[in-house]
Nanobody
Framework: QVELVESGGGLVQPGGSLRLSCAASETLPSFIYMGWYRQVSGKERELVSIITSSGATNYADSVKGRFTISRDGAKKTVYLQMNSLKPEDTAVYYC?????????WGQGTQVTVSS
């Protein structure tokens, strides 16, 4: 079973930047997409961004123009570059990989945007 490990979260001031990484424990030869979601306590998990196996990307309206998703050529790591962070971006960020047989989630990394 593939495992996903997120890193790069932390505390940042409004307007600052963070780069999240999500490393898979093995190469993913075939998948539908890899993505980032976020969740605030008491609210539903929401989509932030996804990148398909062909490299197409999609973003939530709230992060368009500020966040950029990318992945390495070996398809083992997906990144989320977050710029111009706002307090409302505060959440636990989870990565996932959607495969034809299953969906795998990471354990999450906390992002806090506060002065």
């Amino acid at each position: 079973q593939v495992e996903l490990v997120e890193s790069g979260g932390g505390l940042v001031q409004p307007g600052g930047s963070l780069r999240l990484s999500c490393a898979a424990s093995e190469t993913l030869p075939s998948f539908i997409y890899m993505g980032w979601y976020r969740q605030v306590s008491g609210k539903e998990r929401e989509l932030v961004s996804i990148i398909t196996s062909s490299g197409a990307t999609n973003y939530a309206d709230s992060v368009k123009g500020r966040f950029t998703i990318s992945r390495d050529g070996a398809k083992k790591t997906v990144y989320l570059q977050m710029n111009s962070l706002k307090p409302e971006d505060t959440a636990v960020y989870y990565c996932n990989v959607r495969r034809y047989a299953d969906t795998v989630w990471g354990q999450g990394t906390q992002v806090t945007v506060s002065s």
